[in-house]
T-cell receptor, first 111, second 115 residues
């Protein structure tokens, strides 16, 4: 069954603007990860946030985690055309090694 | 350090034939995962293997599908008697020894088309 669900399903913004994507999940987790997938390619790991962390930064990426609401957000600042991709959140399923992925947000950056 | 290698990149099969998808994990990685992705959808977990062991195959159909990760050589996902519904992108991922759920490295996938 699907553990995570991203929102919105699709997002189009102008280059230079910030993009925010949200992820909701169902069960308790020990970490949550975000991945990017360019069209026709495999997924690339972006960032991991642990359950005892509330916010994490990596370059232009900022991730927040609210375990009480079972939700996370990914913020991409100063977007670039190269950020056009699908973004997925992933969580371990019931604490085991199996990572389950959400349905993704398709982000389009308009030059 | 080569990444996760999958081959073939594209595979065309007729209904009833067998499809064999190969995955060589990154050097030093001992965990291998297989996922299936339909167009415009997320990835669906199929199976998780370590060398010579299937750890979790809860996402794999009970019939026609099998997976292995032998002591030597790549991991193989085998689909017997393929049907049109098997058409999808199949991704392999690997992770190093240690906590297996902290970072996966993905291959570029095999696009299976069943005619």
């Amino acid at each position: 069954s699907q553990q995570g669900e991203e929102d919105p399903q699709a997002l189009s913004i102008q280059e230079g603007e910030n993009a925010t994507m949200n992820c909701s999940y169902k069960t308790s987790i020990n970490n949550l990860q975000w991945y990017r997938q360019n069209s026709g390619r495999g997924l690339v790991h972006l960032i991991l946030i642990r359950s005892n962390e509330r916010e994490k930064h990596s370059g232009r990426l900022r991730v927040t985690l609210d375990t009480s609401k079972k939700s996370s957000s990914l913020l991409i600042t100063a977007s670039r055309a190269a950020d056009t991709a699908s973004y997925f959140c992933a969580t371990p399923y019931f604490g085991n090694e199996k990572l389950t992925f959400g349905t993704g947000t398709r982000l389009t950056i308009i030059p | 350090n080569a990444g996760v290698m999958q081959n073939p990149r594209h595979l065309v099969r007729r209904r009833g034939q067998e499809a064999r998808l190969r995955c060589s994990p990154m050097k030093g990685h001992s965990h291998v995962y297989w996922y299936r992705q339909l167009p415009e959808e997320g990835l669906k977990f199929m199976v998780y293997l370590q060398k010579e062991n299937i750890i979790d195959e809860s996402g794999m159909p009970k019939e026609r599908f099998s997976a292995e990760f032998p002591k030597e050589g790549p991991s193989i996902l085998r689909i017997q008697q393929v049907v049109r519904g098997d058409s999808a992108a199949y991704f392999c991922a690997s992770s190093p020894p240690g906590p297996a759920n902290e970072k996966l490295f993905f291959g570029s996938g095999t696009q299976l088309s069943v005619l």
